[in-house]
């Protein structure tokens, strides 16, 4: 975001999706320097964008059964709870068998390789969005996705890559949106 929160070096924003939401928010892999990547602001949903998102997705009746955000990049499918090591969702199992599905799928496209993990084994970080519907709203299944690539071109993705990141990614959403629907039928 580029909120100001009165740093007297003139930084402006907070990491909004990693670190704003509320649950387990500031306990862990955050700063609390206003100038720093991964300053999570003065309290949860200090931030108006995550404030509206929260608020709508909480009038939403059903719960939505699918939290999911995308990132550049890592080519990562990451899976709650990211918030402590070996803290995991009571349905860790489920969760993590439909990134490795979607990531599975995912490569079937264009032999992108992306690593479905436990977010916290990739560093722990309290107060990110996927924790927060899974663990408070009670989404079943939440998930980010870190889209391509490794670092070479890091978030500048040069632009014959789009329309391959998009197929692939598509591929890896027809798994998740399918295991949706097949729940439906259950």
């Known amino acids: 975001t580029r909120s100001?929160?009165?740093?007297?070096?003139?930084?402006?924003?907070?990491?909004?999706?990693?670190?704003?939401?509320?649950?387990?928010?500031?306990e862990h892999g955050v700063s609390h320097n206003k100038c720093q990547e991964t300053y999570c602001g003065p309290e949860?949903?200090?931030?108006?964008?995550?404030?509206?998102?929260?608020?709508?997705v909480q009038t939403l009746d059903p719960v939505p059964v699918l939290g999911h955000c995308f990132h550049?990049?890592?080519?990562l499918w990451l899976w709650p709870y990211g918030y402590a090591n070996n803290a995991l969702p009571d349905n860790w199992q489920e969760i993590k068998q439909l990134a490795v599905d979607a990531s599975d799928a995912l490569y079937q496209v264009h032999g992108t390789v992306f690593d479905p993990i436990n977010s916290a084994?990739?560093?722990?970080?309290?107060?990110?969005?996927?924790?927060?519907?899974?663990?408070v709203l009670g989404s079943r299944f939440s998930f980010t996705t870190e889209l391509r690539d490794t670092g070479s071109h890091g978030f500048v993705l040069p632009k014959d890559q789009i329309i391959p990141?998009?197929?692939?990614?598509?591929?890896?959403?027809?798994?998740?949106?399918?295991?949706?629907?097949?729940?439906?039928m259950e």
């Open 165 to 184: 990141s998009g197929e692939e990614m598509w591929a890896g959403f027809e798994v998740v949106i399918n295991r949706l629907m097949e729940l439906e």
């Open 121 to 135: 084994d990739l560093y722990p970080a309290a107060g990110a969005s996927d924790d927060w519907y899974r663990g």
């Open 44 to 56: 949860a949903f200090s931030e108006v964008e995550m404030r509206n998102i929260r608020d709508f």
């Open 72 to 75: 550049s990049y890592s080519q």
């Open 4 to 26: 100001d929160h009165g740093s007297i070096l003139g930084c402006k924003g907070v990491d909004p999706n990693r670190f704003n939401w509320g649950f387990h928010y500031g």
